[in-house]
Every structure is written in structure tokens, then in C-alpha cells.
T-cell receptor, first 115, second 119 residues
Framework: NAGVTQTPKFQVLKTGQSMTLQCAQD?????MYWYRQDPGMGLRLIYY???????DKGEVPNGYNVSRLNKREFSLRLESAAPSQTSVYFC??????????????FGPGTRLTVL | DQQVKQNSPSLSVQEGRISILNCDYT??????FLWYKKYPAEGPTFLIS?????DKNEDGRFTVFLNKSAKHLSLHIVPSQPGDSAVYFC??????????????????FGKGTHLIIQP
């Protein structure tokens, strides 16, 4: 049981390049999330998928797109990377039950640098 | 405008003593609150949560108190141990729409408090 996995762990891009961050969970959770964390800041929600087949914008969605590929996988795409997107990206999932409510489980993060 | 505020960037506590981490929120729609612990180069780990129908929740050495009228919550760690040294994030959300079949919204996080436990 790996929990939430993210690939890659590190990535360096040049301005204008595109890439997709991958996330998968093996806990059969319905809801999945993408956050970014900048130095001295808390985590900020980029996009989320409350259930398979739905996606919604979070606090900072500009410059990103997401795909909920199936119940297990939720990817985040940067179409044209900018230096302002240099950050650590975390994927999370939650079961949404009466005992766990909105307790979210996080992956180890992807550290992205855009030059 | 920050909806979840942790006004202490860092806190130093002696091993064995009580650590108290504070959090304030401004959004009245929040009715579910969580604390996460984060070590460097790792993802946040869930610690404890509380819903707005309660004013206290306890789990081992960790207790969370909620004062809804003051829009304030705190995390107490007793006794503090060296392994507790980490960044602690307070997070909030509206209550998940379990009965309606809706999903859970994302969490709104504070900026974190770096807790240092000194021997």
C-alpha cells in the first residue's frame, strides 16, 4: 500500500516548456487535489476533483490544467511554464467518509524549477 | 486576504513541556479544521481534526481546541518530544457534503508554524 505517489520528484524546465505531473493513489479515495507550496507560504489549492469525472478550480488555477484519468490518477499539466510556477507541488486524496471527513493524505511532492 | 492565519512563524519549547500552536480564521463558512505536520522534503501528514460541533478533540499527546465565537483554534502537544520538531499547518474547509453525495472541497491552509523542541 503505497498511499499517494507522485512523479517526478524533481524537474527543471525552461520558460515556455510544457510538462505533466503525475499522481496516483491506491486507497480507493474518491477525491483528489493538487496544491502548490511556495517558500514561507502555506499550501494553496490549484485544482481538485471531488469525484471521478469532475474537476474544479481552486485558489490559484491560472496556468494549469488537470485530468482525472480514472479513480486512481489525477494529473496536473503546465502548458507553458513560467518562472512564477517554480514551486513544490503536492497531490492529495481523501476518502470522504463519516469517520475521516476531509482528512487528506499527501504525496511526497514534486520540486519544480522553471528557469 | 488570508482566511487562515498562523501568526507565529516559529516557536521554541523545551522537551517535556507543553507546546501550544495557535490558528485564527476569518471565513464563517469553515466548519471543519485540521492540523498537519510537515518534515522537510516530505508531504504533510495528518495529525488531528475537529468539526465545529465540538470544542475539543484529543488523540494521545495531541489535543485541538476550537473557540467558534472567537474563530480561533489551538493545538496542544503534551509532553513535547524531539520528534515533534517540524512545521505545523492549520487547515480549514466547509463540512464535506457526505449525505448529498457531493465531494469534498480543498483545504485552506495557514502559512505554518515551525516548532523547535529543545533538549
Amino acid at each position: 500500500n503505497a498511499g499517494v505517489t507522485q512523479t517526478p520528484k524533481f524537474q527543471v524546465l525552461k520558460t515556455g516548456q510544457s510538462m505533466t505531473l503525475q499522481c496516483a493513489q491506491d486507497m480507493n479515495h474518491n477525491s483528489m487535489y493538487w496544491y502548490r507550496q511556495d517558500p514561507g507560504m502555506g499550501l494553496r489549492l490549484i485544482y481538485y476533483s471531488a469525484s471521478e469525472g469532475t474537476t474544479d478550480k481552486g485558489e490559484v488555477p491560472n496556468g494549469y490544467n488537470v485530468s482525472r484519468l480514472n479513480k486512481r490518477e489525477f494529473s496536473l499539466r503546465l502548458e507553458s511554464a513560467a518562472p512564477s510556477q517554480t514551486s513544490v507541488y503536492f497531490c492529495a486524496s481523501s476518502a470522504l467518509t463519516r469517520s475521516t471527513y476531509n482528512e487528506q493524505f499527501f504525496g511526497p511532492g514534486t520540486r519544480l524549477t522553471v528557469l | 486576504d488570508q482566511q487562515v492565519k498562523q501568526n507565529s512563524p516559529s516557536l521554541s519549547v523545551q522537551e517535556g513541556r507543553i507546546s501550544i500552536l495557535n490558528c485564527d480564521y476569518t471565513n464563517s463558512m469553515f466548519d471543519y479544521f485540521l492540523w498537519y505536520k510537515k518534515y522537510p522534503a516530505e508531504g504533510p501528514t495528518f495529525l488531528i481534526s475537529i468539526s465545529s460541533i465540538k470544542d475539543k478533540n484529543e488523540d494521545g499527546r495531541f489535543t485541538v481546541f476550537l473557540n467558534k465565537s472567537a474563530k480561533h483554534l489551538s493545538l496542544h502537544i503534551v509532553p513535547s518530544q524531539p520528534g515533534d520538531s517540524a512545521v505545523y499547518f492549520c487547515a480549514a474547509s466547509a463540512y464535506p457534503r457526505i449525505d448529498s453525495g457531493g465531494g469534498a472541497d480543498g483545504l485552506t491552509f495557514g502559512k505554518g508554524t515551525h516548532l523547535i523542541i529543545q533538549p
